[in-house]
């Protein structure tokens, strides 16, 4: 079977050729609708565009005017010119991705922290101005605040660098999460003392399993050693330290045990006597 042409004309041609060759039986319905519309290109896989980095930028003229301007960064080329990497997708690139994972490095534990996940509408963040700052209205204190407040300080702040960004949305960010805290702890003593009981904490939860998983670990080891022990002891013909510490607790039961009463010189005069007496009476 020979390599066909795949594009919707020659389709079409050779849907006819087989039908006048006696292959097909029925026309199908799409062919007059070909001839009359053609398509308006090939159906052959254009290679995927390249997708360049833009970088939004505010600078300082010389007159004192500020003006923004883009900066824009060319993909490499890719080191594979195999055929089989030719139509596979280009990575897309943003700004946003490289100061989420400069944050999320510094911050690993923000990805630990419960998040309420709902079905809205997608536009929570049409409203948010990032010029007031990391906390918007209706919108959680995340990593993804302090991104979006970093990305709108270079693009607007004039001659401003990403750590110098990165800084400034950072300190309010750990304002928010300090004050955050503190209301927690205050709410939580408050109901402390009104009666309520919240159980262990997180801490001393984890702390009991590392307890439980220390003890179970230590039994193991001991029976372990005591297997091993037991194993060489019955090659060599040593006496064993468990042996050794159960002869040594026999002792020290033998010396805590109270002594019996010893004949001593008083009970040998009293059993003469009685003998004596035994054989006076014999004789008389």
Not at 128 to 140: C, M
Not at 176 to 193: C, K, W, Y
Not at 244 to 257: C, G, I, S
Request: glycine residues 4%; proline residues 5%; hydrophobic residues 35%.
């Amino acid at each position: 079977m020979g390599r066909l042409d795949l594009t919707a004309i020659n389709v079409r041609k050779t849907v006819l050729q087989n039908i006048a060759s006696g292959r097909i039986s029925t026309t199908p319905i799409w062919t007059d609708v070909v001839r009359d519309v053609p398509p308006a290109q090939i159906l052959i896989r254009q290679q995927p565009q390249k997708h360049r980095l833009t970088r939004v930028r505010t600078r300082t003229l010389p007159n004192g005017r500020t003006e923004q301007y883009a900066q824009v960064t060319e993909p490499k080329k890719a080191r594979s010119t195999k055929t089989q990497n030719l139509f596979t997708p280009r990575h897309l690139r943003y700004e946003e991705d490289e100061l989420r994972k400069s944050f999320f490095n510094d911050h690993p534990w923000e990805l630990a922290r419960p998040r309420v996940v709902l079905e809205t509408s997608g536009d929570q963040y049409k409203n948010a101005d990032w010029s007031k700052g990391v906390q918007q209205p209706g919108i959680a204190l995340s990593g993804e605040s302090v991104v979006q407040r970093q990305l709108w300080l270079l693009e607007n702040v004039p001659d401003i660098t990403v750590p110098q960004a990165y800084d400034v949305a950072r300190k309010e960010f750990y304002a928010l999460r300090r004050s955050e805290e503190i209301r927690n702890r205050i709410a939580a003593e408050e109901a402390r003392h009104m009666g309520a009981r919240f159980g262990k904490s997180a801490i001393q939860v984890s702390m009991g399993i590392e307890n439980d998983m220390y003890n179970d670990w230590d039994a193991w080891a001991r029976q372990m050693v005591n297997e091993q022990t037991q194993r060489l002891a019955a090659f060599s013909g040593t006496v064993m330290a468990s042996e050794e510490d159960a002869l040594r607790d026999v002792n020290k039961a033998e010396e805590q045990r109270p002594p019996a009463a010893p004949i001593g010189a008083g009970v040998f005069a009293q059993q003469q006597k009685t003998d004596a007496r035994a054989q006076r009476n014999d004789a008389a």
